[in-house]
């Protein structure tokens, strides 16, 4: 993004500033003039000389408002950690029909209502719905989908799909909106992202803006605007890559992550072969999915597009060393590591 566009609008905007802009607009100032009241001021509020009073009363009474709100806002401001664990009223998600055949908990739905933990979510072939949380964001729900409310706490919101299709934009601060799929959890952090999961389990992830993690048991993918990801029943989230990339490389990454013994030789020779500086983003996946040998080629590959910052060594990166791999994250630049792990604690 360019400096230039926080001044006066000149630059090129990053996604992320146009989608806060889209949400704080409501609030945007609507010209014109603070109208104040005329004539003196009441004796209540006057000190000081006669020609003065007017000129003190009111900026002392703006001030002591002003402070008190600041204060005030302070003192009350909640810890995110505890709102993780805070109880919170049930229901603040709205499930409404769009089109088609909607059920809520096996019932036609022919206007909003406020959905239950566990009330199952269906459209028919033909439907769609949304389903909404002011604090949270908005969910638009393709046909023959079926999804369910498993948490709903401020901090903790969790759905879950188990089949169908949903476009997602949430407003909520990262990790505090999770949506289950049969084969792996998609953590959101401040993104717009669309999500399939086939009848299998079989599930897909393709971010909008800014960037999603996709988890499993520890296995992580992190997706940022512009590639997607798929995620398999058994293995958990596959290598993400961007949709630019050749097809040829796609189809590499993808015998790589179903391989069920060692390191798939030709199709890591093609991904290799094939990489770009914009592939980075899946090479440093792959440097903790392959076995020794096939993670020392992709380091040497990753290294020659994007060397690796000080103190990051080939002997700590194939030792796993977590420091080391993220900081060569944060070097690539698609989005810092640090984030997402600050809200992991």
Same mark, same amino acid.
């Given at each position: ?27 945007r ?53 505890a ?5 919170a009223?049930a ?28 009330e ?9 719905a ?8 908005v ?13 709903d706490?401020p901090g ?27 084969? $792996?959890?998609?953590? #959101? ?5 669309? &999500?399939?999961?086939?009848? @299998?389990? =079989? /599930?897909r992830? !393709? *971010? ?35 949709e ?6 796609r ?23 094939? $990489?770009?500086?914009r #592939? ?5 996946? &792959?440097?903790?999915?392959? @076995?020794? =040998? /096939?993670?020392? !080629? *992709? ?5 020659a ?13 194939l ?27």
């Amino acid at each position: 993004m360019s400096g230039d566009y926080l001044w006066d609008r000149s630059g090129r905007p990053d996604p992320e500033v146009e989608a806060f802009e889209r949400v704080l607009a409501p609030l945007r100032h609507r010209g014109g003039a603070l109208a104040l009241p005329s004539g003196r001021p009441p004796a209540a509020v006057r000190v000081g000389p006669p020609r003065h009073r007017a000129v003190i009363a009111v900026p002392l009474a703006l001030a002591a408002a002003v402070a008190l709100m600041v204060a005030g806002t302070w003192v009350a401001r909640p810890d995110p950690r505890a709102l993780r664990t805070a109880a919170a009223p049930a229901g603040s998600w709205t499930f409404e029909p769009v089109s088609g055949t909607v059920r809520l908990a096996s019932e036609p739905v022919a206007s909003g209502r406020r959905v239950s933990a566990d009330e199952w979510m269906e459209t028919g072939p033909d439907a769609s719905a949304r389903l909404t949380a002011g604090d949270v964001g908005v969910l638009r729900i393709g046909p023959h989908s079926r999804i369910r409310v498993v948490r709903d706490a401020p901090g903790a919101h969790r759905l879950a799909l188990a089949r169908g299709s949903l476009d997602a934009f949430i407003w909520a601060s990262p990790r505090q909106f999770f949506i289950e799929t049969p084969s $792996a959890v998609a953590v #959101d952090l401040g993104c717009a992202y669309r &999500l399939e999961v086939d009848e @299998d389990g =079989t /599930g897909r992830l !393709r *971010v909008t803006l800014g960037w999603v993690g996709f988890e499993l048991d520890g296995h992580e993918s992190l997706v940022p605007s512009g590639a997607v990801c798929t995620t398999r029943p058994g293995r958990g989230p596959g290598t993400p890559h961007f949709e630019d990339a050749t097809p040829g490389f796609r189809r590499a990454l993808a015998a790589l992550d179903t391989a069920a013994g060692p390191t798939d030789g030709s199709a890591l020779d093609q991904v290799v072969r094939e $990489a770009r500086p914009r #592939d980075t983003l899946s090479l440093w996946h &792959l440097l903790t999915r392959l @076995d020794t =040998t /096939g993670a020392s !080629r *992709v380091y040497d590959r990753l290294a020659a597009l994007a060397p690796p910052p000080p103190g990051v060594s080939k002997e700590r990166v194939l030792a796993g060393h977590r420091p080391a791999l993220d900081a060569w994250w944060d070097s690539l630049g698609f989005a810092p590591v640090s984030r997402y792990r600050e809200f992991m604690r």
